[in-house]
């Protein structure tokens, strides 16, 4: 089982390499670079800004089509640009400079924000952690034991106006069930008795550490509450459907046979048989929430995480940011991946992944 997991581990670094082989050509690829960004903010500024940069010379009609908002701009700011962003070697040369970088763990620093990348990312870390792991955690909490009494209980009323309850849930999309929740508690028309911005209030740090703790959950309310709305009904029909197909199998009705009661045989034996898909898919669920269901919640509740991050990145065309993320977020994808495979020899020890 070791040469398994082994391999497993040796086989992210090829993934990773194709990932961000793939990505980084894709993007070279795509209009409206840094250069561009940096041009049209240039512009932005005015006749004067323009005047400060320019030497009066004029552009080769290669340069002009390049930068297409390059147009007034002499051929040596242009230059400069491109050597300020790094845009002044070949994508060749950039792509190898990327890889050994990446190598040693060296993101560099935001081209639009003058900070490290790892420091933006320690600073957005907290929002995206609280948000996905309260999230993943209530999920489990709740759609577990539904999931359990829905199977014991199948077909009846309880069974029915549950599953009505949760595909309404999913049925609402998060970010609107977001701005409800501002409507009606966070000072939009009704109640206002939940804040809006941070994780913390700004006087928070004189606190006691009770109150602290208080009022961060006092700020992390509704984003949560707007990520779980949609995350009960799968996670609640697979542990049901996991468990009926357990209660149905020989060795449930030979435990029936010998006298136990119905809640020893949950217990001791279907309750591990059937959690073993359930459990070991966490690493997984929790990844999904953390990295991409965030988004929209950090928008409407002025939170500033990983997700927010990398959208601003995208549409700023900052790529050290854009790759960092991308190929932070993919590791721990991979490395999530083979901890689940884990769970599961854990969980069951007659699972062998050598000899399959």
Known sequence: MGAYFARRLLLIIPTLWAIITINFFIVQAAPGGPVDQAISEMHGLGEGATGRFSGGGQKTNAEISKYRGARGLDSEVIAQIEARYGFDKPPLTRYFILLKDYATFNFGESLFRGRSVLGLIAERLPVSISLGLWSTLIIYIVSIPLGIRKAVKNGSRFDAWTSTAIVLGYAIPAFLFALLLVVLFAGGSFFKLFPLRGLFSTDSAAYPLGSRILDYFWHITLPVLSLTIGGFASLTMLTKNSFLSEIHKQYVQTARAKG????????????RNAMLIVISGFPQAFLAIFFTGSLLIEYVFSLEGLGLLGYEAVMQR?????????YIFTLAGLLLSVLSDL??????????FESR
């Open 343 to 352: 769970i599961y020899t854990i969980i069951d020890p007659r699972i062998d």
């Open 318 to 326: 900052d790529y050290p940011v854009i790759f960092s993320t991308l």
């Open 260 to 271: 136990l009661t119905e809640n020893a045989i949950l217990i001791k034996h279907v309750f």
